[in-house]
Nanobody
Framework: QVQVMESGGGLVQTGGSLRLSCAVSESIFSINAMGWYRQAPGKQRELVAVVTSDGHTNYADSMKGRFTMSRDNAKNTVYLQMNSLKPEDTAVYYC?????????????WGQGTQVTVSS
């Protein structure tokens, strides 16, 4: 079983920055894909960024240029650097791991971390 734990959320002012962390119990080198998602009150969960095992990283259009995803293989951790934050970025941010063993694939979610941006 793959365990996922997000951290780093908090309260910031408009224009501020946060770095979210996602620690994974499995070597991230063996993970097929990892992604950040967010869900604001009254809205459905949306993709923020995703990185696949071939090294490609994709960002949602509204986050391009402000958010950056990176990883530290030694710590089995991926990060989401969030800059120029806006009130509309307020949401619970979730880390997702997609992991396959042969033909059996599973998706694992963390518990989420709250990001609040005040204006």
């Amino acid at each position: 079983q793959v365990q996922v734990m997000e951290s780093g959320g908090g309260l910031v002012q408009t224009g501020g920055s946060l770095r979210l962390s996602c620690a994974v119990s499995e070597s991230i080198f063996s993970i097929n894909a990892m992604g950040w998602y967010r869900q604001a009150p009254g809205k459905q969960r949306e993709l923020v960024a995703v990185v696949t095992s071939d090294g490609h990283t994709n960002y949602a259009d509204s986050m391009k240029g402000r958010f950056t995803m990176s990883r530290d293989n030694a710590k089995n951790t991926v990060y989401l650097q969030m800059n120029s934050l806006k009130p509309e970025d307020t949401a619970v941010y979730y880390c997702n791991v997609f992991h396959c063993r042969g033909t059996i694939c599973n998706s694992y979610w963390g518990q989420g971390t709250q990001v609040t941006v005040s204006s």
